[in-house]
């Protein structure tokens, strides 16, 4: 039987109370959650041959200015994944046709990343089922609880990354 995160909650405060009293189930919540959209995305983009580094790559690209162009720093930035594995993401896009490599003028040594046609039409059909699959995450919520849960949320980010960004 797969654990619930609420039987795990329960669990761990039948089981281990001192534990559970400096645990944070909201952080195991929202992991959980994270995991099932994640889930979703990856369930999604598998129908059009893609992972999902590959689809952060198209919508980064295309959540950036006309003509969806960036350099491979600005690429990584705007991204949600690491650049670790970001040239063999690249190469798998050039190879589908989704993307193209130009000469940048501002730097020799790296080549622009740009969405074409092809990519901008894919990553366009495939946003909006991962919006209502989203939707469908929070569909116990009502418009209230959701604009609370994305006011908290955003609090939470806004410490995080301020103080990440001061320790970078």
Known sequence: MKNSVREIELRMKENWPECAKTMSFALLKVARIHNLFNHDIE???????????DF???????RSPAPHCLSPTEL???MFYSSGG???VLVRLVNAGLIERLENPQDKRS?????????KKLVETIMPTLHLQGQSLLAGL???ETSQLEVLLQKVLDHNE???????
């Open 76 to 78: 990584y930035h705007s």
């Open 86 to 88: 970001l040239t063999k």
């Open 142 to 144: 009502s418009e209230d």
């Open 162 to 168: 301020n103080t990440s960004e001061a320790v970078e």
């Open 43 to 53: 369930q999604c983009v598998e129908k059009f041959q893609l992972q999902q580094a």
């Open 111 to 119: 080549k622009l990343v740009q969405l074409n046609h092809k990519g």
């Open 56 to 62: 952060g790559v198209l919508s980064a690209l295309r």
